[in-house]
């Protein structure tokens, strides 16, 4: 049985890690090499840095910093936000990154997906989708959730698979931040409806919520920011937690 996994999240800004609610009204959460060490030492099972102004901001990620996280850690590193060509890819793999997430640019030019899992492997290639709901439809959003795209979310999912994405991470903008779960029906539609690894994101705020995730809503790795940033759970306790409710985790 393959076992499930647990992603802590740096949502960087301007150096610093942050965490907001809905995607606004960010806090500081420490800095970002600290916090990478730490979560290495607690078990967490990969990281996953996100620089997410870089696409509002049309610039490039913060290759020095996610040079500086590689080193401090030994464990699987996505890094994400203001990436939209091969070259940029393969300058973030160069500095250390396992894999990296695209979601901007993803939309804006599918056939970037194609061409990274070309080149790279589809196992490099994480498409982050921020989707919101709106009259009864899940609307797909970029730019750190700032703008509505055309798309809805299952039919991008669907398309993301095809073209070669190794995964997906999806986070609800609507349980973002809010602590009260996953959102786990559409989490058990998108792994019911695809073959690749979805990642639960947005909502955790206790112990439940992450059993929640992966009995109810059949993900393959739960990511969770604020709880992990401000020692609200720790990775030992939740491992622990999964383990005794018969969801296999690395211990």
């Not at 640019?105 to 990274?116: C, H, K």
């Not at 990511?223 to 401000?230: P, Y």
């Amino acid at each position: 049985m393959l076992t499930k996994r647990i992603i802590p999240c740096l949502d960087i800004k301007d150096g610093r890690t942050v965490k907001g609610v809905n995607f606004v009204g960010l806090r500081d959460a420490g800095d970002p090499i600290e916090l990478a060490k730490k979560y290495t030492e607690a078990g967490a099972d990969e990281l996953v840095f996100l620089d997410i102004t870089a696409s509002h901001e049309k610039r490039k990620t913060l290759v020095d910093l996610v040079e500086k996280v590689a080193q401090a850690i030994s464990i699987p590193f996505t890094v994400g936000g203001g990436i939209s060509t091969v070259e940029d890819v393969a300058r973030l793999l160069q500095a250390g990154a396992d894999k990296i997430t695209i979601n901007s640019a993803a939309v804006r030019q599918p056939n970037l997906i194609q061409e990274l899992a070309n080149c790279f492997g589809s196992q490099c290639v994480v498409v982050a989708i921020d989707a919101k709901l709106e009259n009864g439809h899940w609307r797909v959003y970029t730019g750190g959730g700032r703008q509505k795209s055309d798309w809805e979310l299952l039919a991008w999912a669907k398309e993301v698979e095809q073209l070669g994405a190794g995964e997906i991470l999806f986070t609800s903008m609507d349980h973002d931040g809010t602590k009260k779960g996953f959102a786990n029906e559409l989490l058990a539609l998108l792994s019911k409806e695809l073959t690749i690894p979805i990642i639960a994101s947005g909502g955790a705020g206790n112990l439940g919520h992450f059993k929640d995730a992966f009995e109810v809503g059949l993900a393959d790795a739960a990511l969770a920011a604020s709880i992990f940033h401000f020692e609200e759970i720790s990775i030992p306790e939740l491992k622990n937690y999964l383990n005794q409710h018969k969801i296999a985790v690395r211990l």
